[in-house]
């Protein structure tokens, strides 16, 4: 009987006194001392976490505010407003009513040349030319910026996040500058990027609505000595400032 009583003591002692493997002959792990209880079935990670959370990475019981989805431009431009003059204004360059003629054409051409020489801004469409206000695709504006009133006199000082207000068929689009460009008339390759319907990346498709803000190089060419023309008087370099359309609203 003592035997049986000593045996029996020891074997209690083995089972108390070492909680890992007491724990493990139970079935489960026991947790050191001082760890964290396991995470109830209202703590465990949302759905889509990836990886299994562990105790000290146990999601809390809040669930997480849900992200919007991302604002789709509206309303869709009517086949008027596209071929409507529309009015543009700079707010970070005090631009204010600026007239852009739409016409068919590409950038630049004899057409869009005649218009700017006007005073007022340019806007080519077709096939070799841009979309119009508001439109997925490439709303390109061009206009002077040493002649004929320079309207577009301080587009090359327009830096990333200036906004660009365009108002057409009761509408205004509120694009944001987030590109430069420069390209060379000189240069095919260079032109299409200008005119491309995805700015710089011509032939492909878009899925924005972006503008494109075109003007020349005239005092940068000829700081550098470099007095080209083409047959239309424009200067080799346009610098082009590019915006994608964040958000749309009534015209007051």
């Known amino acids: 009987m003592v035997r049986r009583w ?48 562990t105790r000290s990475e146990s999601a809390p019981t809040t669930t997480p505010t849900p992200t919007p989805p991302k604002a789709t431009p509206s309303p869709t431009p009517s086949p008027t407003a596209r071929r409507t003059t529309s009015v543009l204004a700079i707010p970070a360059l005090r631009v204010n009513g600026l007239r852009v003629v739409p016409y068919t054409g590409t950038a630049d051409d004899r057409p869009g040349t005649v218009i700017q020489d006007r005073g007022v801004a340019a806007s080519p469409r077709g096939a070799r030319g841009g979309v119009g206000p508001g439109e997925i695709g490439n709303f390109i504006v061009t206009a002077h910026r040493t002649t004929h009133g320079r309207p577009f006199g301080r ?23 987030d590109q430069t460009m420069t390209i060379s008339f000189r240069k095919p390759a260079e032109l299409a990027q200008q005119n491309a ?27 550098q000595g470099n007095y080209w023309k083409d047959a239309l008087g424009n200067p080799e370099h346009r610098i082009n400032k590019i915006g994608t359309l964040v958000a749309t609203r009534p015209a007051s």
């Open 155 to 177: 587009v090359p000082q327009l830096k990333h996040g200036d906004h660009v207000l365009v108002t057409a068929g009761g509408v205004v689009y509120d694009y944001v500058i």
């Open 197 to 223: 319907a995805v700015p710089g990346r011509p032939g492909v498709a878009p899925t924005r609505a972006k503008i494109t803000l075109s003007t020349c190089a005239t005092p940068e060419d000829h700081a």
């Open 6 to 53: 000593v045996a029996a003591a020891l074997l209690t002692g083995v089972l108390v006194g070492c909680s890992d493997v007491a724990g493990e002959l139970a079935g489960t792990p026991s947790a050191p001392a001082g760890t964290p209880a396991p995470p109830t079935a209202s703590e465990s990670a949302p759905a889509g976490t990836p990886g299994t959370p």
